[in-house]
């Protein structure tokens, strides 16, 4: 496993990486999660009940259903990330691949098939139990805007660093 994540790890430094269903292991809870920055501590939640909200971090609250989210996987071993409180899916404030770009914001936005914006491939970090958030469009990571470790820091995309903190995330059971 550490092995695998060390290979992974050059492939982002070089830049090389190439998503496969077969690269990683999927993360250990298929149930309703939340997501808790490693750096922070802190846990994601749209920063409202409707579509195009921003994501945020806030005080961790498991039963809170905004910081719930469910996975659903597609075929190819990318998913979903479904916020429990609105329905809405984790997805990119962009309307084509060449608008993701570091600096990309995360939002929250109807679940689609066809948009490939909001497909993600939850992969091992260099942190045991913590894993990235590596976009399907141009393989970039979700992080804390400016590696903020403060409530209501947004989350946003940038080239991947599995050993980056503010890009580590656990699936924790809610």
Request: charge should be positive; hydrophobic fraction near 40%; glycine fraction near 8%.
């Amino acid at each position: 496993m550490r092995m695998k994540a060390l290979l992974v790890a050059a492939a982002l430094v070089a830049g090389t990486l190439t998503i496969s269903t077969s690269a990683h292991a999927a993360p250990p809870h298929d149930g309703i999660v939340t997501l808790q920055n490693h750096r922070s501590g802190l846990c994601l939640a749209p920063n409202g009940p409707f579509a195009n909200a921003g994501i945020g971090q806030v005080p961790c609250w498991p039963l809170d259903p905004a910081q719930q989210w469910k996975r659903e996987q597609h075929g190819d071993g990318s998913a979903w990330l479904v916020n429990q409180g609105t329905g809405f899916c984790l997805d990119l404030f962009a309307n084509s691949p060449a608008e993701v770009v570091p600096g990309t914001l995360v939002q929250q936005f109807t679940c689609n098939l066809a948009w490939t914006s909001e497909d993600w491939y939850p992969t091992p970090s260099t942190s045991s139990g913590r894993f990235v958030l590596v976009t399907k469009v141009n393989a970039l990571c979700a992080e804390t805007e400016n590696r903020s470790t403060n409530v209501g820091a947004r989350l946003r995309l940038n080239r991947c660093n599995l050993g980056e903190r503010s890009q580590q995330f656990r699936f924790n059971p809610a």
